[in-house]
């Protein structure tokens, strides 16, 4: 439903003229995050302030109108997609970087701030920001805080909500809060904690605090390559069972391998049935010391060839081809699903012959690249929009995928959120009361259910199936 021409014209007024977007060809672009769903929004306003954000959702809230929150449209939830219309809130133009405190090792930011201009800003400090998602060239520090974002570097520091002291956050009235602070403990209710991971639904977030580690003296890099995943995920479970928790444990498959190499030629054997790269840092004698018991732990698993990044060079050409994996699948198959679970760490052998099985059942090719230290497991299920059908199928496996994580003693996400994806799911792992406790506290902060509509909890006003209830296959000829 378009908005009327006066909503039209206040929105105009709060942000200016030109950070209004209403034509329907332009409002085309702001469909889609990273997902596979999408639906048009009524028109994207882009606030440049705190107080514009503020004024925006007001008018929102007096016209009965949804705002969906926005960052960068990486997500792979949905959690972008304006799937009841309404206003997209994209906060791209709130994008400094406020301060660098180098005494209390703080950073504090606006919401469009994307991951890598903090991540270089800090390092110009010596310091490092620590969540590190593989869209960081990208995603914003707003997006990342609202999913609650890991990456690899999270295994062994801890995922986004571990590293925000501080935010700011404007609620579906246009009321306006600062939660958090300085002190380790959170007194009163841990409202900041409720907020991380709310995937847009509770607020909208304008300012954050977090905190910067000192950049570590050292870090060595391991590629190992296995002949199989099952032989790579032994490899993990007996890194972590000596002990060790380095700073990133990531593994990638054969197909992962091919697509990466061609594309990066980051000296990755195509030959190989899975790859590890390890890195572990700190002080120089013990990230020494911890990577030599690494590379013997990987040696006794049978490594089938190991290499150590030699310079820094040689480290950030290796986690390019990581980083950028996901991109590089498109030589394979020009559209992808990416799926994301966690299982208990043993259990990857088993979860992910399962997920090779339902590939070959469906005849989907599925890359895996993943965050093997955490269990975290990403099926990237690869396809061509064009082919007829393939979407139901595509989705099919997805669900069934999913299945094999819960039946595993796994969970929905590690990463990525619920959305629009798997809020159908949420019932296979909390109870109808879970739930409800959940969904009080949506209505307490948002009683309308104004902002953004229709994600994480499951929504009766839909078909059971994504495709279907997102209406894709229609557009699908052009995407
Ligand atoms: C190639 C690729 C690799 C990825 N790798 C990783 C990874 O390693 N780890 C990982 O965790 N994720 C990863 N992701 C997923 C995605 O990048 C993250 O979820 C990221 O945090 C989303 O940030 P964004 O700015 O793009 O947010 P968007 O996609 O724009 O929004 C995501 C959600 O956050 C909400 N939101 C955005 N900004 C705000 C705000 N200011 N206030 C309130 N709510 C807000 C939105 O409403 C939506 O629900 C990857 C995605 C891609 C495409």
Not at 5 to 21: K, N, S, Y
Not at 324 to 350: F, M
Not at 375 to 396: C, Q, S, T
Not at 424 to 450: G, Q, T
Request: contains cysteine; charged residues 25%; hydrophobic residues 40%.
């Amino acid at each position: 439903m378009a908005l009327s021409q006066a909503v039209v014209r206040d929105l105009r007024r709060i942000v200016g003229e030109q950070h209004v977007v209403d034509q329907p060809n332009d409002l085309r672009i702001f469909e889609r995050d990273a997902s596979i769903t999408g639906a048009t929004p009524d028109a994207i306003v882009l606030p440049g302030t705190r107080d514009e954000v503020v004024g925006v959702v007001k008018l929102a809230a007096q016209h009965g109108i949804p705002v969906v929150p926005r960052g960068a449209g990486t997500g792979l939830s949905g959690g972008a997609v304006t799937l009841r219309g309404g206003i997209a809130l994209q906060l791209s133009r709130m994008r400094r970087i406020l301060e660098i405190d180098t005494g209390s090792r703080t950073a504090t930011v606006e919401p469009g701030a994307v991951n890598q201009d903090l991540q270089q800003e800090a390092a110009r400090h010596g310091l490092f920001y620590a969540p590190d998602p593989s869209s960081q060239k990208a995603c914003t520090l707003g997006g990342n805080a609202a999913e609650n974002s890991g990456g690899p570097h999270c295994l062994y520091y801890g995922v986004t909500t571990n590293h925000i002291i501080g935010m700011e956050v404007v609620f579906a009235d246009g009321s306006l809060a600062w939660l958090g602070g300085d002190a380790p403990d959170r007194l009163g209710l841990d409202l900041l904690g409720l907020m991380v991971g709310s995937e847009g639904t509770l607020c909208t977030i304008t300012r954050i605090k977090v905190r910067l580690l000192p950049a570590p003296e050292s870090i060595v890099t391991l590629m190992a390559a296995f002949p199989t995943i099952e032989s790579a995920s032994h490899a993990v479970s007996d890194v972590i069972g000596h002990g060790i928790v380095p700073a990133a444990l990531e593994m990638m498959d054969q197909v992962t391998i091919g697509a990466v190499e061609a594309h990066y030629k980051a000296g990755y054997p195509t030959d190989a049935g899975a790859v590890l790269l390890v890195e572990v840092d700190g002080l120089d004698e013990s990230a020494a010391e911890l990577a030599a018991k690494v590379e013997e732990i990987l040696r006794v698993n049978e490594t089938s060839s190991l290499r150590v990044a030699e310079d820094a060079a040689e480290r950030e050409l290796l986690w390019a081809g990581r980083k950028g994996a996901i991109g590089a699948l498109g030589r394979i198959k020009p559209n992808y699903y990416l799926h994301d679970g966690v299982v208990p760490r043993t259990r990857l052998p088993e979860v992910l012959r399962r997920v090779g099985e339902i590939g070959e059942h469906y005849r989907l090719p599925v890359a895996n690249v993943f965050h093997a230290g955490d269990g975290n497991l990403h099926p990237n299920i690869l396809f061509d929009m064009r082919d007829e059908g393939i979407l139901e199928k595509v989705e099919a496996a997805g669900e069934e995928m999913l299945r094999a994580v819960v039946e595993m003693g796994g969970t929905l996400s590690g990463e990525h959120g619920i959305g629009i994806e798997k809020n159908a799911f949420m019932p296979w792992i909390y109870s109808p009361d879970d739930l409800d406790a959940m969904l009080r506290v949506k209505r307490v902060l948002d009683p309308e259910e104004r902002l953004n509509p229709g994600k994480i909890f499951p929504d009766p006003e839909r078909e059971p199936k994504l495709v279907a209830r997102v209406g894709l296959a229609s557009e699908a000829r052009w995407w």
